[in-house]
């Protein structure tokens, strides 16, 4: 009977310390790979209600796009930013990731992620073109579903045509535009 009372008493005390049933961390991770794709992949169909459900809704919501004029602050500015991608004359021509690497808080419920992002796309009768981005950002899971909460696209400086480069560059600390 001890044993029964000290097995008892170690679960109950192991419960309210926190400890959880152990997480399967490659779903856990094919999940998180999931939605990161999606957030990118709902413009071959412009699936509008796909991208909305990667994000979180609220005001909680930042973007670092690849100008600073299209910074985002919150699931408002989001919706209105997105309402360009609505022209029929913009056609989704393929995207894939390369090194896409997930991680997880030691809690199970953040999640941090980098990637090289290759997107294409098509405007009007003009040939698809591609462009490669680095792409990080940071999701949370909430009510179950993992959700981003934090993104940032970047360009890769060899990647950057040199004129662009030249006309943008700056001393240090006398930031950009």
Not at 15 to 44: H, S
Request: proline share 4%; hydrophobic share 40%; aromatic share 12%.
């Amino acid at each position: 009977m001890s044993w029964v009372c000290l097995a008892l008493t170690v679960v109950t005390a192991s419960q309210l310390a926190g400890c959880a049933a152990p997480r399967d961390l490659d779903a856990e991770k094919k999940a998180i790979a999931r939605v990161i794709d999606d957030n990118i992949g709902w413009f071959r169909d412009k699936n509008f209600e796909l991208l909305f459900g990667t994000m979180t809704d609220g005001p909680d919501l930042f973007m670092y796009q690849l100008d600073t004029k299209s910074t985002i602050r919150g699931f408002a500015e989001f919706k209105a930013y997105s309402e360009g991608w609505r022209n029929p004359a913009v056609k989704y021509a393929g995207h894939r990731f390369e090194d896409l690497r997930v991680h997880l808080s030691r809690a199970g419920d953040v999640a941090w992620f980098s990637t090289l992002l290759e997107d294409c796309a098509a405007v009007g009768d003009r040939p698809a073109r591609c462009f490669t981005t680095r792409y990080t950002g940071v999701l949370e899971k909430r009510d179950g579903r993992w959700l981003i909460v934090q993104a940032h696209f970047s360009l890769p400086a060899e990647r950057i045509a040199e004129d662009w480069a030249a006309r943008t560059a700056h001393p240090p600390g006398q930031g950009g535009s």
